[in-house]
């Protein structure tokens, strides 16, 4: 990854200091990154913090005789394989939309052949105007990829789309668009299940779990960078598809079976989801009314198993890959787990550390038949890229 560089576009927003983190992030990978700094992102960030941390100079001034001298912005806007927008502001989407050039970074953007990869932040209302909401379409036609926004708590006070999405997120997103240095799964397809799965007991009220998708989305798009044609096939999540994946969106356990049987053949799945065991034995047409009387309690059918499903019958993936989520006995449970389901390996995590659940680190065991590999606790864009890359040797 040595000769990768991207040049990172630092907007004007609370999500400047992201932006330290994720050029951080992309250092310690090995990323080069020359930061644009625009006049409203230095209210935010400090071009030395950013300089600091980029190992690089910061650019901000258009009209600078030196930064001219030294590199023009047509050279700047060439001189990475690929350029990251984030924070990606209205204000910057709205002006690359419309092929304004009035400063360094929109000069940038409209000069560059290079791809682009925009992480929009901005206040809940400006994110979902109609003028945001018709720029994002016409970057989207324009072949501008995007991440993010996330829904959340907003530094405004506001809740909703528009937080920019976590470093660790943009910079997988990075990773995948930068691609590895071959793509050793070129031609294999695999199917990925993740998030949660809900199941409907009246056309209200549902039956669901805490998972995130981060994993899943994560391993997801690091097969992705790596050639393989994927399938992810994902209960309902607050995240956008990685670059590169095809996302089919799925709600019950039965659909998300029903959609991994229509995505095969493949030559590896990933079975991330967090799938309910259970499912309401009916599901009322509807809404259940209380009566005054005792609740009438709630009778459950078991789901199928799709990592079970996938490990057998003919059309059975070379690789088959479980997940097994456990709060004690960890790598025993797994190890039962994988005579019981059949599957070639089981990713195993210990969910009862805090901040596991739905947090962007993970500390996991590969156990296999041959026996158990613990790796250190990573980022899970990490661990997805390790996971990626055993994945790929199993078919060199
Ligand atoms: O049995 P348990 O839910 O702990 O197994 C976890 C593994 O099985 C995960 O890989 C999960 O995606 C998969 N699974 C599944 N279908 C189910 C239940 C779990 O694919 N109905």
């Known amino acids: 990854m040595d000769q990768k560089r991207i040049l990172l576009i630092v907007g004007g927003g609370i ?74 502001t209205a204000d910057l989407m709205a002006k690359a939309a419309h092929g304004l050039a009035n400063d360094l970074s929109s000069t940038t953007l409209l000069a560059t052949d290079k791809p682009v990869l925009m992480a929009p932040a901005m206040n809940v209302r400006m994110w979902l105007h109609a003028a945001t909401q018709r720029n994002l379409a016409v970057l989207r036609a324009d072949g501008v990829s995007f991440v993010g926004p996330d829904e959340g708590a907003m530094a405004c006070g506001e809740f909703g789309p528009g937080r920019m999405a976590e470093p660790p997120v943009i ?76 996302r089919v969106d799925v709600e019950s356990a039965r659909d998300m079976l029903a959609a991994c049987e229509a995505a095969l053949p493949a030559d590896v799945a990933v079975c991330v989801a967090a ?60 190890k039962a787990k994988l005579g019981k389901k059949r599957c070639d390996w089981i990713v195993a995590n210990d969910v009862s550390v805090a901040g596991t659940m739905g947090g962007d680190d993970n500390a996991v065991a590969l156990v296999t038949t041959g026996g158990i590999e613990r790796w250190d606790r990573m980022a899970k864009g990490a661990v997805a890229r390790k996971l990626a890359d055993r994945i790929a040797q199993e078919f060199q």
């Open 171 to 246: 910079f997988e997103a990075i990773m995948a668009a930068l691609g590895p240095g071959g793509r050793p799964l070129a031609g294999r397809r695999a199917i990925v299940t993740a998030g949660p799965t809900i199941e409907a007991i009246d056309p209200v009220r549902m039956l669901t779990n805490r998972s995130s998708g981060k994993q899943g989305y994560a391993i997801a798009g690091a097969l992705a960078a790596l050639g393989a044609e994927v399938t992810l096939v994902s209960g309902p999540t607050a995240l956008a598809a990685p670059i590169g994946v095809k």
């Open 15 to 88: 999500a400047a200091y992201k932006a330290l983190e994720l050029t951080r992030l992309l250092r310690k990978a090995g990323v080069g990154v020359r930061p644009i700094l625009t006049a409203a992102g230095a209210h935010f960030v400090t071009p030395l913090s950013l300089s600091a941390l980029a190992e690089d100079k910061v650019y901000s001034e258009l009209f600078s005789l030196t930064d001219e001298a030294e590199m023009g912005h047509i050279e700047l806007s060439r001189s990475a394989d690929l350029v990251v927008v984030a924070p990606a």
């Open 275 to 334: 799938v309910a065991d259970w499912r309401p034995a009916e599901a009322g047409g509807q809404k259940l009314k209380k009566d005054g009387g005792a609740p009438a309690p709630l009778a459950l059918v078991e789901n199928p198993d799709i990592l079970a499903a996938l490990s057998k019958g003919d059309r059975r993936p070379k690789l088959v890959v479980g997940f097994a989520a456990e709060t004690n006995d960890v790598e025993a449970h797994a």
